[in-house]
Structure formats: structure tokens, C-alpha cells
């Protein structure tokens, strides 16, 4: 897939929703051992998305390889309105090293500036050591972790918060490379 032509676009096409869930679930479970409620949240907030989406405070995006659904990532309203979520980013395996999920992430960060909200926020898992990757090359810092279990496993939950206010432009970011994605 060297020569791939990669694309990320306004998620909205037949089959979108239905994918973000499946593949949570088909990859998660692969690559982590995550049990079907993992899959059972990707659920929810994908419904939730779909019941009551804001088009002037919420988006999502689809990357495409060569027109095939590969990764995706969400911009929600936070509990406040100044605040927004990064939600459920994923990246197939077999998409990995084409920059999507630095573009998936910047995508997120620039909608959420252009939005007018002040903050993004995240909450990840220690294992997504890749996806933790590229927050941090992002400008996100960890703001609080805390061990629990889910999802059949034990896991360490970490929050990640990026301050729209005082970060500027994400190309930058986009010329740094990163591992695996």
C-alpha cells in the first residue's frame, strides 16, 4: 500500500456508523483483549453522535485507503461548553504508516478550534501506546490517570487535555513522524 491514496472525509456516507462499531470491536479485541462491551461503548457514542448531533460543535471523519474505510475519529461536545472530546480514534492496522491518525487527530483539534471552544479533551487506555504517541506530538498533556477495570482487563484510564487557547497551527505537528501511524 505504498503508493495508497489516503483521504480523510466528512463521515456521513451509508455504512460509516455501522463500521466505527464494528471495527472498535474487531480490533480491540485482536489486538488488546477487550471484551464485547468495549464494543458496546464504541455503540453509544456513536448513537449518541447519530440521536443529536450539533453540525456547528460536532463532527466526525472517515479515513479512507484506496477508498476503504480505515480509520476514524469524533469531536463531541463536552460536559461543558467550552470543552470538547476527541472520541474513539482508530486506525487499521493495515493503514498504519500513511500519517492517518496524526491527520485524523489534527482534523479534531482544527474543528474544535474553528468551534470556539477553549479545550479538548480525551480518555485513553495505557496499551494505545501509538495513539498516546501522537496526542502528545499533538500538544496534548496528561492530566490525571486512573487504574480500573474494564472491559475485561485491567487497565490504567488516562485524560489528556489540549489548551486550544494557547496552541497554534497542527501542521507542525504533521511533519513529525511517528511509529506505526
Not at 485513553?124 to 482487563?153: C, D, K, Q, W
Amino acid at each position: 500500500m505504498g503508493d495508497a491514496q489516503a483521504v480523510i472525509r466528512p463521515i456521513g456516507e451509508p455504512g460509516d456508523l455501522g463500521w466505527v462499531v464494528m471495527a472498535h470491536g474487531e480490533q480491540y479485541t485482536a489486538e488488546f483483549g477487550w471484551d464485547a462491551t468495549f464494543e458496546a461503548l464504541v455503540a453509544r457514542i456513536v448513537a449518541d453522535f447519530a440521536a443529536g448531533t450539533d453540525p456547528a460543535r460536532e463532527a466526525a471523519w472517515i479515513a479512507e485507503l484506496d477508498g476503504r474505510r480505515v480509520g476514524c475519529v469524533f469531536c463531541v461536545a463536552g460536559e461543558d461548553g467550552g470543552t470538547a472530546k476527541l472520541r474513539i480514534l482508530l486506525v487499521d492496522p493495515v493503514a498504519r504508516g500513511h500519517r492517518l491518525g496524526t491527520r485524523l487527530v489534527a482534523e479534531c483539534v482544527e474543528f474544535a478550534r474553528a468551534a470556539g471552544y477553549q479545550r479538548i479533551r480525551l480518555w485513553t487506555n495505557h496499551p494505545l501506546v501509538a495513539a498516546r504517541g501522537i496526542y502528545l506530538a499533538a500538544g496534548f498533556r496528561l492530566v490525571g490517570e486512573e487504574p480500573h477495570h474494564s472491559f475485561g482487563v485491567d487497565l490504567t484510564g488516562q485524560t489528556y487535555e489540549l489548551d486550544l487557547a494557547r496552541t497554534g497551527d497542527l501542521s507542525r505537528h504533521l511533519s513529525e513522524p511517528l511509529q506505526n501511524w
